[in-house]
């Protein structure tokens, strides 16, 4: 790697005493823990391509602005990746996939040309997958042979909004939705009980009024013979909960089916400031039941034990706001309403400062304030116009610091193999969202000062090491040097400790590693496969190696 300018060294140990006799579990006997988790984002659309027969279906066509019309990625392209093992060789062990709902069938106009829903957050059923993503029996698949790779899943949702009204769209009735204010994020009743854009009805989560089912949703249903199921189930639902029939209980109640049908591990909340925040622990709690009940009759598909996971974009929310978020007059407490972690938004900034001044203010806040909760890093992303790296010149640098970063991390489809965040000709949110540049991947495109191969090398190898080490993400953070940039991180959980200690920079001489290591034990060298021996405390590292991981 030509573009690394420093020697990471990474020393790991486990152990289930404090003395120096290592004893070093296998890893099946690792726990995993959602704090350290390694989680790939993808927009289904728009990474691997499947089935060719579900690309045109609605009568969508490709007449919408660049990088603004559907473009044949679906639940099958998915699912042949995760069989090829891609996933695995990155390290990843979950997937967080944008929603599968079906979207409205026609397109808009936001001022940037004329756009279709391939993004997934524009519904109008949330009981129907729709037909560019796959069938329900494609997205099952997916799951189960997913939760075979030891990755969980991650479904996308949203309660906030429907999807903008088109020429053969009609608008959710209005006991349902409500078309004005429009947010103006001056405080709280301005962010929440108002709607995000013009012409994205906002669902009246604050109501309690009952509702009935919209008349072309119903119509819809019954064309597909399936209206009195859906109503039988409603009904069960509603006497079982207690809840009264508002629009926002159908919504919960739609998408807890996917959790109770497909064993899906948790959400990921859409628009999260825009709601009030009871409504999260009401879908928290009742995606908790539906994922106990699933794993209770589906022993052998189970990937583990944990309990249903979800985490919240609060767009804006940063490590340093700790447990709250404020919206200028009001503060709320989100981890309190079901979330385990937020997105941090102070990440793709924070990435310009030092090693230290990201991992040692993380790692304080994690093991405090946050303790038993997490953040997920993130370096680029689907609407964030101020990714780090935006024209892909540190891709080196960007993995290490993310994939090294306390807390979990989310890693954008493409970050590693440098796919193109800027697109000639596309305005506005798009040009975030190319298609996965698979071409590149397989010619092992050069760009200026490295190959695309030696991009995906690198960040498979730190996600391997961070998906085989808990401490990494979940540990207490300690500085030992600034010079070489030496620390460690130390985990204990479920009765076994795993340590870790890593060395950033050139260093002079032999290593000293008897910190955490004995003389004589065998270490193998992750990154390069050399292997060593520890001789006094010590280990002679090439100052060749401008990567090495170091492990029993």
Known sequence: MKHIFTILLVLLVFSCSTDKAIKAPKLSELP???????????????FNNGDLSNDTPLNRKQDGGKLRSFMGGDIKGITRKIEEGYFDKLGINAIWLTPPIEQIHGSTDEGWGKTYAYHGYWARDWTSLDPNYGTMAEYKEMVDIAHEHGIRILMDVVLNHTGPVTDIDSQWPDDWVIT?????????ESTVSCTLVENLPDIRTNSNNAVEIPGFLADKWRNEKRLDMELEELNAFFERTGYPRAPKYYIIKWLIDYVRELGIDGFRVDTAKHLEADILAELYQE??????????????KKIDDLDFYMVGEVYGYGIQGKLDYN??????????????????????????????DIYGEYSEILNSDLSGLSVMNYISSHDDDGPYDLNREKVFEAGTKLLLSPGAVQIYYGDEIARPLTVEGTEGDAHLRSYMNWDELEEDAERSGYKISEVLSH???LGQFRKAHPAVGAGIHKMISKQPYIFTRTLESQGLTDQVLVAIGKLKGPLKVSQVFSDGQQLKDYYSGSEYTVKNGSIDVSLNEELILLGI
């Open 32 to 46: 995993f823990m959602w704090e350290n988790a390694s989680v790939y984002f993808l927009l289904t659309d728009r």
């Open 180 to 188: 004005s204010p429009q947010c103006t994020y001056e405080g709280y």
């Open 459 to 461: 960040w498979q190898k």
């Open 287 to 300: 995606a908790l039941i539906a994922l106990k009940e699933w794993k209770a009759t589906n022993h052998d």
């Open 327 to 356: 919206y200028g007059d009001s503060v709320v407490n989100f981890f309190d309403h079901g979330f385990k972690a937020m997105i941090n938004f102070s990440f793709k900034s924070d990435a310009a400062k030092s090693y230290e």
